[in-house]
């Protein structure tokens, strides 16, 4: 008898207690890049963490919001003008490459599963091929 008389919600589930639990979780738009691929994606990945416009980004960057639309595509990339702004806009040199030895390791599987190298060779193997082969003209001339 007592369950008859007790309400329930409109969904036949009881109210809970403690309904004052808030669940926090970092949220990335959708057009937030997961890989670093080109410029553009730097630039995007920096422009969404700082929360600037596009047209934010471009007075920063000293170019109109349309171009910082059309890098972000990967259409076009900076000029050498842009250059140094750019680079203090993201606060690094994308163009560098990894110091790190996992990371060479990383970009340079990358360029192999992406065909990027002639051959199919990442840089460092084939700079292995080419010296082994100068290795062993050396060892034979001495």
């Known amino acids: 008898m007592a369950a008859a008389r007790r309400r329930e919600s409109r969904t036949g ?3 809970l207690p403690f309904c004052h639990v808030r ?3 970092h949220w990335y738009p959708v057009t937030y890049p997961r890989v670093l691929n080109n410029v553009g994606d730097h630039i995007r990945k920096r422009r969404l963490d700082l929360g600037l416009q596009k047209k934010q980004a ?3 960057l000293g170019a109109h919001a349309t171009s910082v639309a059309n ?3 990967g ?4 000029d050498l003008a842009h250059l140094p702004k750019v680079i203090d806009f993201l606060g690094y040199d994308w163009r560098q ?4 030895v996992g990371e060479r390791l990383k970009h340079e599987a990358f360029q192999n ?20 082969g ?3 003209e050396r060892k034979a001339k001495a």
Do not use: I
């Open 134 to 136: 100068s290795l062993g």
């Open 97 to 100: 490459e990894p110091a790190l």
């Open 75 to 78: 259409r076009t990339e900076p």
């Open 13 to 15: 589930t009881p109210a």
């Open 23 to 25: 669940l926090k979780a």
């Open 58 to 60: 471009g007075k920063q």
């Open 113 to 132: 599963s992406h065909g990027h190298l002639s051959g199919g060779y990442g840089a460092a193997a084939w700079d292995r091929r080419v010296n082994a």
């Open 71 to 73: 890098w972000e595509a």
